[in-house]
């Protein structure tokens, strides 16, 4: 069994699904990315199950997530996007993940100079309804961003933080250690493996991008890491199929390692068809 924990979906039919860009940096796509494409190269990459975050562009509204959720329950699992800041967030994380059956919630705080605003008394009603649900909360972000999401951690040791990503120059950090040891020393904090192949200035397998996914190794073990593909867009840099087998060439990386990372961590952490997988322990 092998969980892809980090992709994205979205349709051709912006009549129904309308494009709603919420972070400048990221423009409403030009190509299609539709789940049949993703089914299609999962069932070729020999992919069991995979996680679907809400793209950007569509920002608060996760129906086609959903919609794709409701279509392959025993397939996929969801992380939605919902504003913080909305009126009553607990109404809105009630219905994309109690009513619709995403598991999670994701925050895009990359680029923003000043996140501090999650940790204000008026995000309380938020983090209290993620509680409540047992959400765990994804973190787009920057390294610098590393001091805030510690400290949210261990203010809400009841939720998994996911750090999904910490910009491309974390790649060309001389020494991203510190703050990578911030995160680890708060054990309800996950580090996604993510093949971000656009991100390297290397071929397949992205030589340069192993350095600082080694050191994430060594401080979070593999027992709190998990594999993502970053589907679509690693199909810029290599096929399908290649960023689903890309964990095998990271030589820091034992058999028994790969497959906790791919299988056995997350079937613990991600529900599919309304039960936990529990084929961890088959070899991927």
Not at 100 to 109: K, M, T, W, Y
Not at 123 to 142: C, T
Not at 167 to 193: M, Q, S, T, W
Request: aromatic residues 10%; charged residues 20%; glycine residues 8%.
């Amino acid at each position: 069994m092998i969980v892809d924990t980090h992709v994205h979906v979205w349709s051709t039919d912006a009549a129904r699904y309308p494009w709603q860009q919420t972070l400048a940096h990221v423009p409403i796509p030009t190509y299609a990315a539709p789940v049949e494409d993703l089914v299609a190269a999962m069932a070729d990459a020999g992919v069991s199950h995979a996680v679907l975050v809400q793209p950007s562009v569509y920002g608060w509204d996760n129906s086609y997530l959903c919609d794709c959720l409701d279509r392959w329950p025993d397939r996929f699992a969801g992380i939605c996007l919902i504003d913080p800041d909305a009126a009553d967030p607990g109404k809105e994380l009630d219905h994309w993940c109690g009513e619709r059956g995403c598991q999670g919630v994701r925050l895009n705080i990359i680029r923003q100079p000043d996140p501090s605003w999650l940790a204000a008394p008026r995000q309380d009603r938020f983090w209290q309804a993620v509680e409540a649900l047992g959400l765990s909360v994804s973190m787009h972000m920057d390294l610098g961003h590393t001091p805030l999401v510690a400290r949210l951690a261990n203010r809400h040791p009841g939720v998994t933080f996911m750090i999904d990503y910490l910009g491309a120059a974390v790649h060309r950090e001389p020494d991203p250690g510190p703050p990578l040891d911030l995160l680890a020393a708060r054990p309800n904090v996950i580090f996604k493996l993510v093949a971000t192949g656009e991100d390297s200035k290397e071929p397949y397998p992205f030589a340069d991008l192993m350095p600082f996914y080694a050191a994430v190794w060594q401080r979070f073990g593999a027992r709190r890491m998990v594999f993502g593909s970053d589907f679509p867009g690693v199909r810029f840099a290599c096929s399908y199929r290649q960023a689903a087998d890309w964990p095998r060439h990271l030589g820091f990386l034992g058999e028994p390692d790969r497959r906790q990372i791919m299988s056995m961590t997350p079937a613990g952490l991600w529900r599919f068809a309304g039960e936990l997988v529990r084929q961890g322990d088959r070899s991927v």
